[in-house]
Nanobody, 124 residues
Framework: QVHLVESGGGLVQAGGSLRLSCAAS????????MGWFRQAPGKEREFVST????????FYADSVQGRFTISTDNAKDTVYLQMNSLKPEDSAVYYC?????????????????WGQGTQVAVSS
């Protein structure tokens, strides 16, 4: 498994931006497909975005399409989630996840490793 540590969460006003980072260690980062998920209080964990190990294939949840951008820096073993035009409904704990292989996936159960999460709060 790969060890993941998220950072970059915080409190921001609606319409603002945040960039989340997820640093990986323990295994070769480039061998993994990465994903971001989020979980709001009282709700199930939901898919946000995923990127394949080559960085040339991405997929987004409809709720964040056009506002969020996922990217990777394999040299730094880090995946990013740039979040723009944030809305109060984006408030949640955001989790980074990794799965071995090159196929992107939206189901949480397909991911092997998870970070501890970083809190994002968007005020109206």
């Amino acid at each position: 498994q790969v060890h993941l540590v998220e950072s970059g969460g915080g409190l921001v006003q609606a319409g603002g931006s945040l960039r989340l980072s997820c640093a990986a260690s323990g295994r070769t980062f480039s061998g993994y497909t990465m994903g971001w998920f989020r979980q709001a209080p009282g709700k199930e964990r939901e898919f946000v975005s995923t990127i394949n190990r080559g960085g040339d294939m991405t997929f987004y949840a409809d709720s964040v399409q056009g506002r969020f951008t996922i990217s990777t820096d394999n040299a730094k073993d880090t995946v990013y989630l740039q979040m723009n035009s944030l809305k109060p409904e984006d408030s949640a704990v955001y989790y980074c996840a990794a799965r071995r292989g090159s196929t992107i996936a939206t189901l949480a159960g397909l991911y092997d490793s998870w970070g501890q999460g970083t809190q994002v709060a968007v005020s109206s």
